[in-house]
């Protein structure tokens, strides 16, 4: 599985491209926790790192969510397919129940 280029529908290429680059970024910051507990860094020194990791995974996730919404459910909702429609919603609705205890 590679990065899209142009012609890959639904996902756009930048937008790919901007969050492999952010994943990038938290990997270094997962890789700088680890050295900080090996090198029995200060609690809370950790706990604020760990907090920024969090922060910054959920911006991605909303980000992804997003473009879900905007390509994969708009293009099942634009077919016309009930079953490809109800298909996209229940897997939304299973991943949000999941996360959200519902």
């Given at each position: 599985?590679?990065?899209?280029?142009?012609?890959?529908?639904?996902?756009?290429?930048?937008?790919?491209?901007?969050?492999?680059?952010?994943?990038?970024?938290?990997?270094?910051?997962?890789?700088?926790?680890?050295?900080?507990?090996?090198?029995?860094?200060?609690?809370?020194?950790?706990?604020?790192?760990?907090?920024?990791?969090?922060?910054?995974?959920?911006?991605?996730?909303?980000?992804?969510?997003?473009?879900?919404?905007?390509?994969?459910?708009?293009?099942?909702?634009?077919?016309?397919?009930?079953?490809?429609?109800?298909?996209?919603?229940?897997?939304?609705?299973?991943?949000?129940?999941?996360?959200y205890k519902l």
């Amino acid at each position: 599985m590679g990065i899209a280029t142009e012609q890959d529908a639904p996902h756009e290429t930048a937008k790919h491209k901007a969050t492999l680059d952010r994943l990038k970024r938290i990997e270094g910051q997962v890789r700088g926790v680890s050295a900080m507990v090996a090198e029995d860094r200060y609690c809370i020194d950790i706990l604020t790192q760990l907090s920024a990791i969090k922060s910054a995974l959920a911006s991605v996730e909303r980000e992804v969510l997003k473009n879900h919404a905007r390509h994969c459910l708009e293009s099942a909702i634009a077919s016309g397919d009930p079953a490809d429609q109800r298909e996209k919603f229940e897997e939304l609705v299973a991943l949000l129940s999941k996360h959200y205890k519902l």
